[in-house]
């Protein structure tokens, strides 16, 4: 018989690269060798002191396993994408923490930003699916089909889909909105994985079985704990 293939869905990162790493490290000793996907949830920019750090570890992670490892496009990514287009757009993006972004990177605007790095955040999807689950950064509408066609629902959303138990034919695995507790929120649809990492919270990954769509365990780690 097979081994259990386990799928771990890691909530928003925001440039804490130092808790990525270690998170990673505790996944793997959680999968115990057993075969793993690893589901990124989006925001891996902003905020946070290495976002040039957190983008290189994903990068070479779907380099080497470009069939287990998924990572979705946030909204900070998004704000990125829009600040190249309009200087609204940029004001917005950088008081949004995208200073810190352009920092880590040691330039001084979007643009400057490596062409590879931008060509891979503009290719980042909005959503994926298995079996059991739906992968989002925020959410879905509560009135539309799932997975939700529009794009920045998917991106952007808090209510009415935080406040509405919904049934969206599979359990919903989402980040977007930080848990002030920095406990993951369980809920009968959905699971929210954003534990407020850049604002002194847990970085988070829920551990996914193939036989049921809420999460089966939950790894965190904290600046200055494993």
Do not use: K
């Not at 009968?188 to 089966?216: H, Q, S």
């Amino acid at each position: 018989m097979d081994a259990e293939t386990l799928t771990y869905a890691v909530g928003d990162i925001h440039g804490c690269a130092d808790l990525l790493d270690a998170l990673l490290g505790r996944i793997e000793t959680h999968a115990g060798g057993r075969p793993r996907n690893l589901v990124f949830l989006g925001d891996y920019i902003d905020r946070g002191p290495d976002s040039a750090g957190v983008v290189r570890t994903l990068r070479r992670l779907q380099w080497s396993e470009p069939e287990r490892v998924t990572c979705l496009m946030g909204n900070h990514e998004a704000m990125l994408l829009d600040s190249l287009e309009t200087p609204g757009a940029a004001e917005h993006w950088l008081h949004n923490g995208g200073g810190e972004t352009l920092a880590s990177f040691g330039v001084g605007e979007a643009a400057a930003l490596p062409r590879d790095v931008l060509d891979w955040i503009e290719a980042l999807p909005s959503v994926h699916g298995d079996a059991r689950r739906w992968y989002v950064h925020a959410g879905f509408h509560p009135a539309s089909e799932a997975p939700d066609p529009e794009t920045r629902n998917r991106l952007w959303i808090r209510e009415p889909f935080l406040g509405e138990d919904h049934d969206f034919g599979r359990h919903v695995v989402h980040g977007h909105t930080p848990r002030p507790d920095g406990r993951p929120e369980i809920r009968a649809y959905r699971t929210n994985l954003d534990t407020g990492a850049v604002y002194g919270g847990a970085l988070t990954a829920g551990a996914f079985t193939d036989e049921a769509g809420p999460a089966t365990d939950f790894l965190q780690v904290r600046a200055g704990r494993g």
